[in-house]
């Protein structure tokens, strides 16, 4: 079954934790993307990458850090720098920017900080 | 960077009835303009797209218009169903390097039984 994979599901940190979210994808797709979605925002970017082992600062980088050492992996890193890590994350890829088109989307990770 | 507003931010509809959202942006260069429909507890998925060049498309009850002079697009789902209730987003953007989506806040529609 191919699309993306993101993992944990549901996950649990006390404050002052590092946490990473995990994003796979088997599209063959060379841009990936990481969203955070709080009730009312909208999707605003985190990070986006367009090629392996390149990603640029999205909207709201700050807290955040990211890898892409292999074409299909995507990790996010949450810092304790993050200062309102609790949300929903969604991991998306697509073909690349030469065709910029359909997004294909995770199911999400929903991080919670106790 | 690209300012993206979604009007209504909620609309309620009566099954049967047609509805219309609308997105506004800011970027005369986008190119690209797709609507994302994300069920509760789902992922957002494509539900329909354009491009520049053209003004109009149709999938069966969607449809989307484009003014690329006015700055927006719109949603249109006719004859409504239950299923249909959900957030949508539109994500205007241009193509080339490093391109990225701007998603507006997005619209609750429900469509009452």
């Known amino acids: 079954d191919g699309g993306i994979t993101q993992s944990p599901k549901y996950l649990f940190r006390k404050e002052g934790q590092n946490v990473t979210l995990s994003c796979e994808q088997n599209?063959?797709?060379?841009?990936m993307y990481w969203y955070r979605q709080d009730p009312g925002q909208g999707l605003r970017l985190i990070y986006y990458?367009?090629?392996?082992?390149?990603?640029q600062k999205g909207d709201i980088a700050e807290g955040y850090s990211v890898s892409r050492e292999k074409k299909e992996s995507f990790p996010l890193t949450v810092t304790s720098a993050q200062k309102n890590p609790t949300a929903f994350y969604l991991c998306?890829?697509?073909?690349?920017?030469?065709?910029?088109?359909?997004?294909?989307f995770g199911e999400g990770s929903r991080l919670t900080v106790l | 960077g690209e300012n993206v507003e979604q009007h209504p931010s909620t609309l309620s509809v009566q099954e049967g009835d047609s509805a219309v959202i609308k997105c506004t942006y800011s970027?005369?260069?986008?190119?690209?303009f797709p609507w994302y429909k994300q069920e509760l507890g789902k992922r957002p998925q494509l539900i329909i797209d354009?491009?520049?060049?053209?003004g109009e498309k149709k999938d069966q009850r969607i449809a989307v218009t484009l003014n690329k002079t006015a700055k927006h697009f719109s949603l249109h789902i006719t004859e409504t169903q239950p299923e249909d209730s959900a957030v949508y987003f539109c994500?205007?953007?241009?193509?080339?390097?490093?391109?990225?989506?701007?998603f507006g806040k997005g619209i609750t529609l429900s469509v009452r039984p």
């Open positions: 998306a890829s697509s073909m690349g920017w030469a065709n910029t088109g359909e997004l294909f």
């Open positions: 599209l063959n797709h060379d841009a």
């Open positions: 990458s367009q090629i392996v082992n390149d990603f």
């Open positions: 970027d005369s260069a986008s190119n690209y």
């Open positions: 354009i491009r520049s060049n053209v």
């Open positions: 994500a205007p953007s241009r193509t080339g390097a490093n391109s990225k989506l701007t």
